[in-house]
């Protein structure tokens, strides 16, 4: 038994048929090309760029012909590292901007919902500070009854609250509005991840100081070098707002803010201030500079819009997607994520044909508000020529539009709030492409 071959579905190719290289792009993609019983367990192999995120402090064991002849190694303890076989890995922004940094989650490299913390996509305007959790301290002052530094031992104390939100950067896929610029979802779209934060609610804490007359808003300032500041509508600090100190069951990463960034789900990633510092109440918004500046969006006629804080619903299928190469016509897991920072997905279509005829996709419960739903859709590819789409609706029955119409209304000049539907083209041979349908 152990030396056969596991069966395999007729779709699934052989690592013969994988023409993974080492190049430019990582190639999360490329699942199902590599066979093995893990493959079909659902684990998912993924063919990346070899090097130093492949085995990243994993311990390189020897591979036994027949793992049950003597134990492995004995448990290390410690902090849990992936599979040494396990390879997908964030990709850094290309072509940086000054003073910018950060990298893209591999949305076709993972599954289900949750994104592992270690995957979550990053944006920095100075780099990523160390900070102490014991030095660490947060002013909140303006107009309150009560100005107060609250060290992280004090917010420990607050009642705490958890749930699961996705973050998107205003910039995903603002690559993507004149022509396919991205090869790869990791390109197009990875700018958006999605993690259960676990924190102190931004309200109970604006009840410990008391709000004034006239709290209106909010500025945000984080510990950074990267002057990141932003004015918060006090509506939404008293709704959902959360001062997080954990993701994913642990301490948030430094990356993602440690130890203490605020979370606004639904909005636009840049007003989730990380590294947080200081909240100063207000009665009018600040228009500090990246507010009036780097997230303000130029329309076709030249106006500007300011305060787009809410990140519209969007999908996107993840398999198969650019750089991918559906080795044989046959059935195949369409899949991909869907999220709306207005509540919850009602629905994810798909379409074979450029969005001529659409059918209705499965979403996987648990269905949750302002987080990445994941969708499903069993289809059968002819071996001819197709364009995939998906499109989804929220709850206020908000439906993403096409790139075409998004163009129409907003133009070119702006980079944010891309959420056109995205076109996966696959050609005869089976490959698959980055187009605008
Ligand atoms: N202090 C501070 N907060 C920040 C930023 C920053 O550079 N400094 N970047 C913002 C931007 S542009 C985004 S999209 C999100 C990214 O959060 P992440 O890096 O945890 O994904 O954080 C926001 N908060
Ligand atoms: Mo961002």
Same mark, same amino acid.
């Given at each position: 038994?152990?030396?056969?071959?596991?069966?395999?579905?007729?779709?699934?190719?052989?690592?013969?048929?994988?023409?993974?290289?080492?190049?430019?792009?990582?190639?999360?993609?490329?699942?199902?090309?590599?066979?093995?019983?893990?493959?079909?367990?659902?684990?998912?192999?993924?063919?990346?760029?070899?090097?130093?995120?492949?085995?990243?402090?994993?311990?390189?064991?020897?591979?036994?012909?027949?793992?049950?002849?003597?134990?492995?190694?004995?448990?290390?303890?410690?902090?849990?590292?992936?599979?040494?076989?396990?390879?997908?890995?964030?990709?850094?922004?290309?072509?940086?901007?000054?003073?910018?940094?950060?990298?893209?989650?591999?949305?076709?490299?993972?599954?289900?919902?949750?994104?592992?913390?270690?995957?979550?996509?990053?944006?920095?305007?100075?780099?990523?500070?160390?900070?102490?959790?014991?030095?660490?301290?947060?002013?909140?002052?303006?107009?309150?009854?009560?100005?107060?530094?609250?060290?992280?031992?004090?917010?420990?104390?607050?009642?705490?609250?958890?749930?699961?939100?996705?973050?998107?950067?205003?910039?995903?896929?603002?690559?993507?509005?004149?022509?396919?610029?991205?090869?790869?979802?990791?390109?197009?779209?990875?700018?958006?991840?999605?993690? *259960?934060? %676990? $924190?102190? !609610?931004? @309200?109970?804490?604006?009840?410990?100081? =008391?709000? /004034?007359?006239? #709290?209106?808003?909010?500025?945000?300032?984080?510990?950074?070098?990267?002057?990141?500041?932003?004015?918060?509508?006090?509506?939404?600090?008293?709704?959902?707002?959360?001062?997080?100190?954990?993701?994913?069951?642990?301490?948030?990463?430094?990356?993602?803010?440690?130890?203490?960034?605020?979370?606004?789900?639904?909005?636009?990633?840049?007003?989730?201030?990380?590294?947080?510092?200081?909240?100063?109440?207000?009665?009018?918004?600040?228009?500090?500079?990246?507010?009036?500046?780097?997230?303000?969006?130029?329309?076709?006629?030249?106006?500007?819009?300011?305060?787009?804080?809410?990140?519209?619903?969007?999908?996107?299928?993840?398999?198969?997607?650019?750089?991918?190469?559906?080795?044989?016509?046959?059935?195949? *897991?369409? %899949? $991909?994520? !869907?999220? @709306?920072?207005?509540?919850?997905?009602? =629905?994810? /279509?798909?379409? #074979?044909?450029?969005?001529?005829?659409?059918?209705?996709?499965?979403?996987?419960?648990?269905?949750?508000?302002?987080?990445?739903?994941?969708?499903?859709?069993?289809?059968?590819?002819?071996?001819?020529?197709?364009?995939?789409?998906?499109?989804?609706?929220?709850?206020?029955?908000?439906?993403?539009?096409?790139?075409?119409?998004?163009?129409?209304?907003?133009?070119?000049?702006?980079?944010?709030?891309?959420?056109?539907?995205?076109?996966?083209?696959?050609?005869?041979?089976?490959?698959?492409?980055?187009?605008?349908?």
């Amino acid at each position: 038994m152990k030396d056969e071959k596991p069966e395999v579905l007729d779709v699934i190719g052989t690592a013969e048929d994988c023409d993974c290289k080492e190049g430019m792009f990582p190639d999360p993609g490329r699942r199902a090309l590599l066979l093995g019983g893990a493959a079909l367990a659902g684990t998912g192999l993924f063919a990346g760029r070899a090097g130093a995120e492949a085995t990243q402090g994993a311990s390189q064991h020897a591979v036994l012909d027949d793992p049950t002849s003597q134990p492995g190694p004995a448990s290390g303890g410690g902090y849990g590292l992936r599979s040494q076989f396990e390879t997908v890995s964030r990709w850094e922004f290309p072509l940086p901007q000054p003073g910018v940094s950060g990298s893209f989650t591999p949305l076709a490299g993972t599954h289900g919902t949750i994104t592992p913390s270690g995957l979550h996509y990053e944006v920095h305007r100075g780099g990523v500070p160390t900070i102490d959790p014991a030095r660490h301290k947060l002013l909140i002052h303006g107009k309150v009854k009560r100005a107060k530094v609250f060290t992280m031992a004090d917010l420990y104390r607050f009642p705490s609250v958890t749930r699961t939100a996705f973050l998107e950067c205003a910039g995903n896929g603002g690559m993507e509005y004149a022509r396919p610029s991205m090869p790869h979802v990791q390109g197009t779209h990875g700018l958006t991840s999605n993690s *259960e934060w %676990t $924190g102190v !609610a931004l @309200s109970t804490l604006l009840r410990e100081v =008391g709000l /004034e007359d006239g #709290a209106n808003w909010l500025l945000g300032e984080g510990s950074d070098a990267g002057m990141h500041t932003r004015s918060i509508p006090i509506d939404k600090a008293m709704d959902d707002a959360i001062l997080a100190y954990a993701q994913n069951g642990e301490a948030i990463r430094p990356e993602q803010g440690y130890p203490l960034r605020l979370l606004l789900p639904g909005f636009e990633g840049n007003m989730s201030i990380k590294w947080l510092r200081r909240l100063d109440v207000t009665d009018k918004p600040s228009f500090t500079r990246p507010e009036v500046t780097t997230y303000a969006d130029t329309l076709a006629d030249g106006t500007t819009r300011y305060f787009t804080w809410e990140m519209e619903a969007k999908s996107v299928i993840t398999f198969p997607s650019g750089t991918m190469k559906l080795p044989i016509p046959g059935t195949y *897991e369409v %899949t $991909g994520l !869907a999220w @709306s920072g207005r509540g919850k997905i009602t =629905g994810v /279509e798909v379409s #074979a044909d450029g969005g001529k005829t659409w059918a209705r996709a499965n979403l996987v419960a648990p269905v949750l508000s302002m987080a990445h739903t994941r969708f499903t859709f069993g289809w059968r590819w002819d071996g001819k020529p197709a364009i995939l789409q998906s499109r989804a609706t929220d709850e206020t029955g908000y439906v993403q539009p096409t790139i075409t119409a998004l163009v129409d209304v907003r133009g070119v000049n702006s980079k944010d709030h891309n959420n056109g539907i995205q076109s996966w083209a696959i050609d005869a041979e089976g490959n698959v492409t980055n187009v605008h349908a």
